[in-house]
Every structure is written in structure tokens, then in C-alpha cells.
């Protein structure tokens, strides 16, 4: 586990989370849990994001530790965003208590006073939660904290004239959730108090509008075929693994299935041995080899085999009166009738009983994936039979066979016609000319192409075309889109660049939009927090120019690159920094 800089562990533990193995560590800074075998942490917990904790019970089985965090801009009155909960893997309990007793005396120490209900002391391996579980936040009573409360650098945040509703609060949460980039933006600029947070969202209204649609995305069922693919253990054995999300597949795909796990279980045979009989049986196997015999006989799934065939087959169960007359198949049969042609034999279902089954199977599964895009309720068109029959007809009419028909012409109308004839006759002798008049036309337009010898004056020419040649090759080369890859720039350093640029930026933003318009004492107090807030984008310009001087990297001149690539923020900062306190100036000059 990489250590950031000034950061020291404290304790590690070997701890389970999500039924996955891992070891937990404690830090000064931070609370992380990393899988076995993984090189990242899969989870990271700040100390100031940390609201809550609780314990098992003494006489449990598992000894437990669950911790809430708040997520990012959270309104206090809110429940905490995120939840874990670790178990102890040590085989003694005793041990096991006591390495838990010590993350919770750390957490105790990192826990909101107000919020953990005054100077208790930890209760460690008692039956009941760890002070902070005493204190959940809910906005009701007395016991409800405010933001400064729980933060107390949440006590410069400025809501704004106008709170947002918890709709659009949940919004910014997920956005900042996913975007840690526009998280510390928040966190420099708003939770700072430069800015109110309506003025912050007011230019990424269209982030919140793609958060919505997002968040109301459901994600429907899938298409493909279910197929259980076993994993191979040791020793030649075969493992399936089937989830809630798989047996509610099995369900939909095969209702039978689901009919006798209804009938059976939990009062006559587990859920496990249910589904070991399942895939033991018949009835699954049959799909996974030519042999139809293959697999246990069985009670229960004998009997969904033989209803399988029974149940799909029955034309009974579709409604022919949903069913468009375009697309019914059975109204085929009347061309054999009218017309003399044969009955189509590709429509003769059951010729190939081997494979009836299995047809049938597809069949049922498209129907599925269909009424999944559709819906699963249909209602019937009220419309009269005139009016199916005219939307028949115009829909079997070809157009091919129909009589063609004489397109309809206005007579040109002339009263004297011999004055027409007269003008087209003139016109014709007036575009009429001689071979002499054509090349004396042309050679008024010909030019001399001698290219036996440069040109003699050629003027600024050439100067103009380098300028133009090198204008073209330095934007192709500020295009490319491996550049920062051909500067062999580190990602740290590409990073806080990145981070310069966006902090600048939006500082900027705000500093320009106060100076738009009349001068207040209220814009004049928040503008100059802007300008003096313009030093802490300089000094991480500073750190970034040291850090790329130091690191090491196969660009003999990465200082020099860096500092060319972030002084246009230094020079912005700098201009609307002169041009505020210029304005400013005069503005006192002429009060």
C-alpha cells in the first residue's frame, strides 16, 4: 500500500467486507480496505468524511465493525450516504475483539463532537454502538446538528437566496460522487465560501439535467440466452454459482422452474438442494448434450419436462385478436385456396420432432425479450372496419400493377405566335460569332506560364508562405492527441496542470461576472475573497513547477514545459487581478 506524503499507519487488520477478503488499514489520514491479491484500495474513507460507527453485540457470532460516511456537499439532516461493514477473520475472538477495540478508540477520537452526544467514552465490546451511532443525524428533535456542527469549514458555505430542493441536492451529491475533480473544485470554492453553491451550478446546469435522465435509466432484462457455464476446481469437479439475479433469470426463462420451487422449498427440500437436483437433472442437461437421457431422473423436474412441451405448444395461449392481420402467418393458408399454389411446407411445424423442443424454447425466449421492450400490457385498437379494411388495402396494394396514369399538361398559351418565332431567330444570330472573335477574346485573358526561370518579383511571397507552412505545423502538433504522451509528462504533473487550469478558471469566472456589473460593498467583499483566494492558485502553480524540476522523466526540459504550459493562467490571474483593483481605484477616485 502506497503511503501519501506525512501519512503513517497505524493499525492493519485481516478483515472480510462484501464476502470478499481483505486487510483494513488505519491511518493518520485515512480509512482503507484493500482486496487480497488487488494493488488499489477498493475503498477509502477521508477522516473528515467519517460520521458514524457501531459494533456487534458481545454475544455474536462475527465480530463487526460498520461505518457510515457522508458523501460529498450532504446536508446534515440526511442519512449517511455510504455504509461498510468488516468482520474479523481472526479464529480467536478474544484477539479478535480486542484489534476491533482499537479501531474503534481511533474512530472515537475522529468522531464530531456535537454529533456523538457529549464526552462519552467508547464502549468497545459492548452489546450496544459506539457513541457516533447515538447521534444519526435526521433533522428532528434535539439531537439534530447543523453543517458547522458536523464541519466546521461547512461554516462559510453560502446556500444562496433560494435553498435548492433534496431533488436537486441529491443530483449535485451524485455528481460530486463521480467527479472528483469537480468534488475539490466544490470543496475549494464553495466550501471555502467564495462562492454560494447556486453560483457554482449555475454554468453546469447541463451536468445536473444528465445526471437526471441517468438516474432514471432502468436497466432492463437481457436479451441473450442463459446459459450456467460451470467453473472447473480442483480435481476435475465442476462448480456452478447462482445468484439471486440468475435464479430470477431461471424463473422468467422457464416459469415450470418457478412453480416448483414454489411447491418445494422451504417445506419440503432446502433452496440448496433444490438447485442441486436442478442441475442434476433432465431438464436442465438436455440443452448440454445429443443425448435427450442424459442426467438424474428426478420427481420434481421429470414433471416440468414433460409440462414443458404441453405448455409451449399450446396455441391457446395466445390471443389472436392482438395479432395484425399483416403479420398473422395463418392467413397465408387462403393463397393455397384462391390462387392454386401449394401449401408453404416450411410452415409445417413438427416435422422434425428432435428439434420441436428446442424451437419452441427460442420461440418462447424472443417472446420474452419482446414483451421486455414493449411492455407486458396491450391494449386493443377500438377503430372501425372500414377503417382496417382501407388501412389493408393500402397496405397490400402494389404499385407495380396499378394503370399507369397520363400525367396531367397546361397548354402553353402563345396569341402571336409569329412574334415568338421572330425573337428565337434573333436570338440565335446574336450568339453566333466568328473563330476571329473568339481568339481575340482570348487572348485579352492569356498569360505568359514560362517556368524556364524564377520569378522576378515575387514580393513577400515566400516570407508569407514559412509563416503560413509553420502556423499549420504548430497546430497540427498542439492537436495531436498523444501530446502529452510525446512530452513524457507524468500523470501527476498532467494532474495538477489540469487542476491549475479548471481552479483559475472558474475563479476567473466569478471575478469577471462581479465586474460586470454595478460595484456593491457585498460584490466588493466577495470580489476581493476571489482576488486573494488568486494566491493559492499561484502557489500550486509554484508546486507543480517544483515538483516537474524534481521528477524524473525523460524530458530534459519538463520544468521549462510545465511552466510555459500553465503561465496563461498566471497571466489571466494576473490581468484580472490589475484590471479589478484598476476599476476599483477608480471607483474610489470618483466617490
Known amino acids: 500500500m502506497l503511503l501519501l506524503d506525512g501519512e503513517t499507519l497505524v493499525h492493519t487488520s485481516p478483515t472480510s467486507c462484501s464476502k470478499d477478503d481483505g486487510t483494513l488499514y488505519y491511518t493518520n489520514r485515512r480509512i482503507l480496505w484493500i482486496k487480497h491479491g488487488a494493488q488499489t484500495p477498493s475503498i477509502v474513507?477521508?477522516?473528515?468524511?467519517?460520521?458514524?460507527?457501531?459494533?456487534?453485540?458481545?454475544?455474536?457470532?462475527?465480530?463487526?465493525?460498520?461505518?457510515?460516511v457522508m458523501g460529498p456537499g450532504q446536508a446534515p439532516s440526511d442519512a449517511p450516504a455510504l455504509t461498510y461493514t468488516f468482520a474479523w477473520k481472526n479464529a480467536n475472538k478474544e484477539e479478535a475483539l480486542a484489534d476491533r477495540d482499537k479501531y474503534v478508540n481511533e474512530l472515537y477520537k475522529i468522531t464530531p463532537r456535537k454529533n456523538a452526544g457529549g464526552d462519552a467514552a467508547p464502549t468497545g465490546t459492548s452489546g450496544t454502538a459506539a457513541p457516533s451511532a447515538a447521534a444519526?443525524?435526521?433533522?428532528?428533535?434535539?439531537?439534530?446538528?447543523?453543517?458547522?456542527?458536523?464541519?466546521?469549514?461547512?461554516?462559510?458555505?453560502?446556500?444562496?437566496?433560494?435553498?435548492?430542493?433534496?431533488?436537486?441536492?441529491k443530483l449535485r451529491q451524485d455528481v460530486l460522487s463521480k467527479n472528483a475533480d469537480l468534488a475539490k473544485l466544490h470543496r475549494a470554492l464553495v466550501v471555502s465560501g467564495l462562492v454560494s453553491e447556486e453560483e457554482f451550478w449555475s454554468t453546469r446546469k447541463h451536468i445536473l439535467e444528465t445526471q437526471a435522465v441517468q438516474s432514471q435509466l432502468r436497466k432492463g432484462d437481457s436479451s441473450t440466452w442463459l446459459d450456467l457455464a460451470p467453473t472447473t476446481q480442483d480435481g476435475g469437479n465442476f462448480k456452478y454459482t447462482i445468484t439471486p439475479n440468475i435464479a430470477?433469470?431461471?424463473?422468467?426463462?422457464?416459469?415450470?422452474?418457478?412453480?416448483?420451487?414454489?411447491?418445494?422449498?422451504?417445506?419440503?427440500?432446502g433452496e440448496k438442494q433444490f438447485w442441486k437436483r436442478f442441475l442434476a437433472s433432465r431438464f436442465f442437461n438436455r440443452n448440454r448434450s445429443t443425448s435427450?437421457?442424459?442426467?438424474?431422473?428426478?420427481?420434481?423436474?421429470?414433471?416440468?419436462?414433460?409440462?414443458?412441451d404441453s405448455m409451449l405448444g399450446d396455441p391457446d395461449r395466445f390471443s389472436s385478436q392482438f395479432i395484425m392481420r399483416l403479420l398473422d402467418l395463418s392467413r397465408t393458408e387462403e393463397d393455397s385456396v384462391e390462387t392454386g399454389n401449394m401449401p408453404d411446407f416450411t410452415m409445417r411445424p413438427g416435422r422434425f420432432s428432435e428439434s420441436l423442443s428446442l424451437i419452441r424454447r427460442f420461440n418462447h425466449h424472443s417472446e420474452l425479450v419482446l414483451q421486455s421492450a414493449i411492455g407486458t400490457k396491450r391494449k386493443e385498437l377500438s377503430v372501425s372496419s372500414a377503417t382496417v379494411d382501407r388501412e389493408l388495402g393500402r397496405a397490400t396494394m402494389l404499385p407495380?400493377?396499378?394503370?399507369?396514369?397520363?400525367?396531367?399538361?397546361?397548354?402553353?398559351?402563345?396569341?402571336?405566335?409569329?412574334?415568338?418565332?421572330?425573337?428565337?431567330?434573333?436570338?440565335?444570330?446574336?450568339?453566333?460569332?466568328?473563330?476571329?472573335?473568339?481568339?481575340q477574346q482570348r487572348s485579352t485573358f492569356s498569360i505568359n506560364f514560362d517556368l524556364s526561370h524564377p520569378l522576378s518579383d515575387c514580393g513577400n511571397t515566400q516570407r508569407t508562405m514559412a509563416a503560413l507552412t509553420g502556423s499549420v505545423r504548430r497546430v497540427a502538433f498542439k492537436s495531436r492527441p498523444n501530446r502529452i504522451k510525446e512530452l513524457n509528462i507524468p500523470?501527476?504533473?498532467?494532474?495538477?496542470?489540469?487542476?491549475?487550469?479548471?481552479?483559475?478558471?472558474?475563479?476567473?469566472?466569478?471575478?469577471?461576472?462581479?465586474?460586470?456589473?454595478?460595484?456593491?460593498?457585498?460584490?466588493?467583499?466577495?470580489?476581493?475573497?476571489?482576488?486573494?483566494?488568486?494566491?493559492?492558485?499561484?502557489?500550486?502553480?509554484?508546486?507543480?513547477?517544483?515538483?516537474?524540476?524534481?521528477?524524473?522523466?525523460?524530458?530534459?526540459?519538463?520544468?521549462?514545459?510545465?511552466?510555459?504550459?500553465?503561465?496563461?493562467?498566471?497571466?489571466?490571474?494576473?490581468?484580472?487581478?490589475?484590471?479589478?483593483?484598476?476599476?476599483?481605484?477608480?471607483?474610489?477616485?470618483?466617490?
Request: glycine content about 4%.
Open 45 to 68: 474513507i477521508q477522516h473528515e468524511d467519517f460520521r458514524l460507527q457501531q459494533v456487534s453485540k458481545a454475544d455474536a457470532k462475527k465480530v463487526m465493525l460498520r461505518i457510515s
Open 136 to 169: 444519526v443525524p435526521n433533522g428532528s428533535g434535539k439531537g439534530a446538528a447543523t453543517m458547522s456542527s458536523l464541519h466546521p469549514e461547512f461554516a462559510k458555505v453560502k446556500i444562496g437566496t433560494d435553498p435548492a430542493s433534496a431533488e436537486d441536492i
Open 248 to 269: 430470477k433469470r431461471i424463473f422468467k426463462e422457464y416459469p415450470q422452474v418457478k412453480r416448483a420451487y414454489i411447491d418445494n422449498v422451504p417445506h419440503k427440500i
Open 292 to 308: 435427450a437421457m442424459k442426467g438424474n431422473p428426478d420427481s420434481i423436474f421429470d414433471v416440468c419436462l414433460r409440462d414443458e
Open 400 to 439: 407495380d400493377l396499378e394503370q399507369p396514369r397520363a400525367e396531367k399538361r397546361v397548354k402553353l398559351n402563345i396569341q402571336d405566335q409569329s412574334r415568338y418565332l421572330t425573337s428565337l431567330v434573333k436570338g440565335d444570330v446574336t450568339m453566333r460569332s466568328s473563330d476571329e472573335d473568339m481568339l
Open 491 to 591: 500523470p501527476s504533473l498532467s494532474k495538477a496542470v489540469e487542476e491549475c487550469y479548471g481552479a483559475g478558471t472558474e475563479m476567473l469566472r466569478h471575478l469577471w461576472a462581479i465586474m460586470r456589473l454595478p460595484m456593491t460593498p457585498e460584490k466588493r467583499q466577495k470580489a476581493d475573497k476571489i482576488t486573494a483566494a488568486f494566491d493559492n492558485v499561484h502557489k500550486h502553480i509554484r508546486s507543480t513547477i517544483t515538483m516537474a524540476n524534481s521528477a524524473e522523466s525523460k524530458n530534459a526540459n519538463l520544468g521549462s514545459t510545465i511552466e510555459q504550459m500553465v503561465q496563461p493562467v498566471i497571466d489571466s490571474l494576473n490581468a484580472g487581478k490589475k484590471e479589478y483593483e484598476r476599476r476599483v481605484h477608480g471607483v474610489n477616485a470618483s466617490s
